[in-house]
């Protein structure tokens, strides 16, 4: 077994214990939270670290899914699994509508695209008051209490809820794993480091680079679900360039193409700054000036400069 | 290495007035060849003459102005580059283009790419037939490995490998998508001489097997040693085609190369 | 029908100001190849600038603020382009780009440390005095933003195509290696640019503030809007940039005016949107 499945599976151990030894519900809940993150950020890696896509309207895909999944809930009564996976479906055949044409356009051009196209869909929720409430959409139903085997588990409760987004996290980062490992994935990262070489060599850049947005579209997608339904209420901004624009920045500081990296990403700039109540403000200076170091230090993020200092070190970080 | 499908003696690629425009700037001008299927066709000029132009135009990466490129008796001009590869005709470029992080192994077994039949769901799901063509696809990567004498730095990032390494893990590379015609754009450039014998192995044993081969290089040795027969071109015309002996007594050449002079006889 | 041409001045001064940071960061991308989107932030400089030139001086002393501006703006211009730009320059393309985003991110969240995160209204001596021309009433201050916007326009072009030194930033701009072989300092081109683009887009602040809510983030939207503006006017193209902003300042004012003023921002965004889409291969270079 490689050593760096070592690390992982000790790490996934660990996700797995937790509940059992942090019995705040505080504490819960922003481990809850981070995991949506990192589920988030992967999907832009999918995008961005693997394929080479900078989208600045990733959150959008975000937004849709959460906002998908709680209005199935809310106007239909849907129940909460059922409105995810339309959430989903919806999100990516959206997403394979805009990337068609858009995905031609390389370099900045296809980032502020994103960003044009992310900055429309917030004004468009924010607008469109009689469908998505606006400012603020609440209510959003908690998850049932289920019998199972006898047992009845509340899948509301801060517990249940934290493992249903660890086996997410898995699930996602089983998917992006299996897709890297294949054709499919070399083809990413052909497109990544010499789009021009790879479509010498017959790769459809173009068929790749939908595959890869419509894949982490989905995921966001997922992630915005899950978000949904734990917050109870979501507000236009989720799918903002705000939004898009951190996420970036968490997955460019902690490591493009790494599983440390989305670790790290949401760790630092999202996990560590909600403790420091002082330092909300300073928040937007911190990340720039943290963007920038890394950019022209450390381009290949934090987990990318570890690994970079030995061979045997680089084996060891998944 | 696989037989090619094609008769020997056969026209594999035509070009008939072939004409490449860049705004004022006339690269190829109403150029015609026709290159036989097994031959080693060369393509030499001055730098600036067309000749990387030309290749351009065969696979299809900048549009043709004027005229025509047939392979195998299909056109070109509608088919996108991808396709172009898949139809098998694969170049390789004239810098050290490579995917510099990917590991050599990984590397070549891009090219495998369009020959690959995996779908999306078969690799999620890791089917049965997924593993066994991966299984495939690194055997044939392996054999490339060896062949191009590249075993010792398999798990390497391609950047990492020396000029020398890198042109031939292009060549290997390029050979994995089991090509018919295969564009060598200056695959000698900056190598010492052990290196240059290694590669100009390499693209004799490629011809033995029957791809089809066009090559720029600026050697005139070595191109006079391996090439079946060459065209000149300069200003983005044609010159002369021939046989190497033909091609280079011929005055124009000379001309070209070393400039005119009533009295100079050298070559 | 006045309305007609109400909203036509209207557009043609939003459009003016647009044209200015249009003009700022097609002169950077020109050069550089780097969309500079730390001119939002040096926009909102310019603003916070003569706010505080009228908060301390009162606000007859609004012009004086050109002075702060162009010594700040100069000095941004230089640190940027020596500390950050340069060094990520050799790097890949995308490196520059999120270089930017991370100015930008440094200038707003600074602005909102020290100038605070509530939205502020300053008054110029010139927002009371109306000019009425035909059916078509405009405060001096927005005829200002126009009439500066032109001079600049002008001056800049004739800085880039009849003078020396223009010959030797678009030189630079076309091929930096060559003109490096020319005997041409790229470097001293490069920083120069810098200098008028920033000027320009501290400028456009000091112009705009009085008309609009000044706050941290007031550059984002419009630097995005420029962005767009360069991109279809062409990418380096002097008077691309000048009319493709007047055009983009016009699509929004009749849009908001004839259409729906809720989702005014949408059709800059929008109208971005179906160009690119429609112009797949790229929008023609300069």
Redesign the interface.
Same mark, same amino acid.
């Given at each position: 077994m490689q050593p760096r499945t070592i690390i992982f599976l000790a790490l996934g151990l660990m996700a797995l214990v937790i509940p059992l030894i942090v019995k705040s519900n505080y504490w819960l809940y922003m481990l809850t939270i981070l995991g949506i993150f990192m589920i988030l950020v992967s999907s832009l890696d999918l995008l961005y670290g693997f394929t080479g896509l900078a989208s600045l309207g990733h959150a959008a895909f975000f937004g849709i899914g959460a906002y998908c999944t709680a209005l199935f809930q809310l106007k239909f009564g849907f129940p909460f699994l059922v409105s995810l996976i339309i959430g989903i479906f919806l999100t990516t055949l959206f997403s394979t509508l805009i990337g068609w044409p858009m995905l031609r356009i390389r370099g900045p051009y296809f980032a502020l695209g994103t960003l044009a196209f992310g900055t429309i869909i917030t004004i468009i929720i924010h607008n469109w008051d009689e469908l998505t409430g606006g400012v603020s959409l609440s209510g959003i139903p908690l998850l049932p209490k289920v019998e199972l085997l006898g047992l009845s588990i509340d899948f509301a409760s801060k517990r249940s809820y934290y493992y249903i987004v660890i086996f997410s996290l898995f699930l996602t980062i089983l998917i992006i794993r299996r897709l890297m490992d294949s054709k499919i994935g070399r083809a990413f990262e052909s497109i990544r480091e010499n789009q021009d070489l790879a479509v010498a060599l017959g790769v459809n850049s173009l068929r790749y680079k939908l595959i890869s947005f419509a894949t982490a579209s989905a995921i966001a997608a997922g992630a915005g679900g899950l978000y949904a339904n734990y917050m109870g209420a979501i507000e236009p901004e989720i799918a903002g360039s705000h939004m898009s624009f951190n996420l970036l920045v968490m997955i460019v500081v902690g490591g493009p193409g790494t599983i440390t990296g989305t670790i790290i990403g949401p760790l630092l700039l999202w996990f560590v700054p909600e403790f420091l109540e002082a330092a909300q403000a300073y928040r937007p200076l911190f990340f720039g000036l943290l963007l920038l170091l890394v950019i022209i230090f450390m381009p290949m993020g934090i987990a990318g400069r570890i690994r970079a200092i030995d061979p045997r070190i680089d084996r060891w970080i998944p | 290495m696989d037989s090619i499908k094609t008769v020997k003696n056969s026209t594999l690629l035509k070009a008939d007035m072939l004409s490449v425009t860049f705004g004022r700037l006339k690269a190829v001008d109403n150029i015609d060849f026709e290159i036989q299927a097994g031959e080693l066709f060369g393509l030499i000029g001055p730098n600036g003459a067309g000749k990387t132009t030309i290749f351009n135009a065969i =696979?299809n990466?900048v549009p043709i102005s004027g005229g025509s490129v047939r392979f195998m008796g299909k056109f070109i001009h509608g088919t996108?580059?991808?396709?172009v590869?898949?139809m098998g005709v694969? +170049?390789i470029?004239q810098s050290a283009?490579?995917? =510099?992080? =990917?590991p050599v192994l990984?590397h070549i077994? #891009?090219? %495998?790419?369009?020959r690959?039949t =995996?779908t999306?769901w078969g690799? %999620?799901l +890791?089917t049965p037939s997924?593993k066994k063509e991966?299984a495939g #696809?690194r055997k044939r990567a392996r054999e490339l490995l060896k062949f191009t004498n590249l075993e010792c730095v398999e798990d390497q990032p391609a950047g990492s490998l020396s000029w020398a390494q890198q042109k031939r893990l292009m060549l290997a590379?390029?050979l994995s998508?089991d090509p018919k015609l295969i564009l060598l754009d200056e695959p000698i450039a900056g190598m010492n001489a052990d290196e240059i014998a290694e590669m100009i192995e390499l693209i004799k044993t490629i011809r033995t097997n029957g791809i089809t081969t066009i090559v720029i290089d600026h050697n005139m040795k070595v191109m006079m040693n391996i090439c079946d027969r060459m065209m000149v071109m300069n200003f983005g015309q044609k010159l002369t085609e021939g046989p190497p002996e033909t091609v280079a007594q011929d005055p124009r050449v000379i001309e070209a190369y070393l400039g005119s002079s009533k009295n100079d006889q050298s070559q | 029908m006045g309305e007609f041409f109400q909203y036509t001045a209207n557009g043609l001064i939003t459009g003016g100001a647009y044209g200015l940071l249009a003009l700022a960061m097609t002169m950077i991308y020109g050069i550089l190849s780097v969309p500079n989107f730390a001119l939002g932030g040096v926009y909102a400089i310019g603003a916070f600038i003569s706010f505080y030139v009228i908060s301390w001086m009162g606000s007859a002393y609004y012009l004086l603020s050109i002075i702060p501006v162009v010594i700040l703006t100069g000095i941004l211009a230089l640190i940027t382009e020596k500390l950050v730009f340069r060094p990520l320059h050799d790097g890949p393309h995308t490196a520059g780009f999120i270089g930017a985003l991370g100015l930008y991110a440094i200038l707003e969240g600074g602005g909102n440390i020290l100038f605070g995160p509530t939205w502020r209204t300053i008054a110029s001596p010139y927002n009371d005095v109306i000019i009425q021309i035909g059916p078509v009433f405009l405060t001096l201050q927005r005829v200002l933003i126009l009439v500066i916007c032109l001079i600049f326009a002008t001056g800049i072009f004739y800085l880039v195509y009849h003078t020396m030194i223009g010959k030797m930033i678009r030189a630079s701009s076309e091929n930096k290696d060559v003109a490096q072989l020319m005997g041409i300092s790229t470097n001293r081109m490069t920083s120069l640019t810098f200098i008028v683009g920033y000027l320009l887009a501290g400028i456009a602040g000091v112009l705009v503030a009085p008309t609009a809510l000044v706050g941290a983030s007031m550059g984002l939207t419009p630097i995005l809007k420029a962005f767009i503006v360069v991109a279809l006017g062409g990418l380096g193209s002097v008077t691309g940039a000048i009319v493709g902003g007047f055009i983009l300042g016009l699509a929004e004012d009749y849009g908001a005016a004839y259409i729906s003023s809720m989702y005014k921002d949408i059709f800059s965004f929008g109208i971005f949107l179906v160009v690119l889409l429609l112009m797949p291969k790229g929008l023609y270079r300069r």
């Open positions: - | =696979t990466t996108k580059p991808h396709e590869a898949k694969v +170049r470029f283009t490579i995917f =510099t992080k =990917t990984v077994m #891009n090219g %495998l790419h369009c690959s =995996t999306y690799a %999620l +890791r997924f991966e #696809n590379t390029a998508v | -």
